[in-house]
């Protein structure tokens, strides 16, 4: 009877030391899988405005900081360009109408907080799921060909950039992720990576 006690005990024993592994484990494997910050991002987007701002490609760079659990705050960098045209002339100064070429360089600068949805959608570690938003100011500058003189379209601005997002990142491994962010403004594709 000794024996079977014993038994029963070294049997208890070696699976209360084996469940606390794996709550360890498990506990390790979600503080890791929560921190979202350290982790570099640039993507490549499209927008197209129109006939009458004409189509671009953003480049976007951004690098997350994490600020609380499940948060982070990413100051951002963007870049994109367009070629675009419009019809003026004026007769009575010898300009006949004519299509003039202009182009618009846009240089949105701030801060993309975001917020991460992965425990409560029960996520698999290999995917994240976020909602954010975007503010800051655009640097807009517009260069029009040589003799146009009609109105001013596309001011040299700093104006204020708001944007709101929808994202979802699939984990390659520990250090590379992919992902898809899809915004008010412009929509991208991107890679991750965790530098930390």
């Known amino acids: 009877m000794k024996r079977k006690v014993i038994l029963y005990l070294l049997i208890l024993s070696v699976i209360g030391v084996y ?13 890791a899988s929560s921190s979202y910050g350290n982790v570099l991002n640039a993507s490549l987007g499209s927008s197209y405005g129109g006939s009458y701002y004409g189509q671009s490609y953003p480049v976007l760079i951004n690098y997350e900081i994490n600020i609380a659990k499940n ?11 367009y070629k675009s045209h419009y019809l003026w002339g004026s007769p009575g100064n010898n300009k006949p109408y004519k ?12 801060v993309k907080g975001s917020y991460y949805f992965d425990e409560l959608l029960m996520a698999n570690s290999k995917w994240d799921f976020y909602l954010a938003a ?4 655009a640097y807009r500058k517009t260069t029009w060909d040589d003799g146009y003189a009609g109105p001013v379209i596309g001011y040299t601005t700093s104006g204020a950039y708001g944007d709101i997002h929808a994202g979802a990142e699939y984990h390659v491994n520990e250090k590379i992720g992919m992902f898809l962010d899809l ?14």
């Open 99 to 110: 299509d003039y070429f202009y182009r618009t360089t846009v240089i949105p600068i701030g």
């Open 71 to 81: 948060a982070t705050l990413a100051p951002f960098i963007s870049f994109y360009t």
């Open 19 to 31: 469940a606390q592994k794996k709550s360890s484990e498990q506990s390790n494997a979600n503080e």
């Open 183 to 196: 915004s008010s403004g412009v929509s991208s594709l991107g890679i991750s990576i965790k530098t930390k």
């Open 134 to 137: 975007s503010i800051g100011f």
